[in-house]
């Protein structure tokens, strides 16, 4: 008993680990779409964030899907809507806890309050993809 315990506690933690990693990935593809996008387009910041956004859920997506959950047993198709409807929903959820926390506690500063929301979704997050998107 105690060796299965330790086994899925070993497991959580490398899954935890990768989400993380995927999480970075998908920070950089983020931010390298935006400056790309910024840099070579009329779009201003604000579209070019959202089409930026997408295209960071597409690549942690894949991340996610391989590396750290597996594939669904669902169709590609539904996969992907589900775990952009759990992206967006947990990305409206951060910048609303962000908001939250700078108007509760305006002393604050902001990046503190970044950190706050950032790991409230992050939790959000891997339990969304984990149990609504990958069945894990």
Same mark, same amino acid.
């Given at each position: 008993?105690?060796?299965i315990?330790?086994?899925?506690h070993?497991d959580l933690?490398?899954?935890?680990?990768r989400?993380?990693v995927?999480?970075?990935?998908?920070?950089a593809a983020d931010?390298?779409a935006l400056? /790309?996008?910024?840099?070579?387009t009329?779009?201003?910041?604000?579209?070019?964030?959202?089409?930026?956004?997408?295209?960071?859920? $597409?690549?942690?997506?894949?991340?996610?899907r391989?590396?750290t959950?597996?594939?669904?047993?669902?169709?590609?198709?539904?996969?992907?809507?589900?775990?952009?409807?759990?992206g967006i929903?947990?990305?409206?959820?951060?910048?609303?806890?962000? $908001?939250?926390? /700078?108007l509760a506690l305006?002393?604050l500063?902001p990046?503190?309050? /970044?950190?706050i929301?950032?790991?409230?979704?992050?939790?959000l997050?891997?339990?969304?993809?984990s149990?609504?998107?990958?069945?894990r």
């Amino acid at each position: 008993m105690r060796a299965i315990q330790g086994k899925r506690h070993h497991d959580l933690v490398g899954r935890l680990f990768r989400f993380a990693v995927a999480g970075g990935i998908g920070f950089a593809a983020d931010a390298a779409a935006l400056w /790309l996008l910024l840099a070579t387009t009329p779009l201003g910041p604000l579209l070019a964030r959202v089409l930026s956004i997408g295209f960071a859920l $597409c690549v942690t997506w894949q991340i996610n899907r391989h590396l750290t959950f597996a594939p669904s047993s669902r169709g590609l198709a539904e996969e992907g809507a589900r775990y952009g409807g759990v992206g967006i929903a947990t990305s409206i959820v951060n910048y609303l806890v962000y $908001c939250a926390i /700078l108007l509760a506690l305006p002393a604050l500063p902001p990046l503190a309050a /970044l950190a706050i929301a950032s790991i409230v979704a992050m939790t959000l997050s891997f339990l969304g993809y984990s149990r609504l998107v990958f069945d894990r």
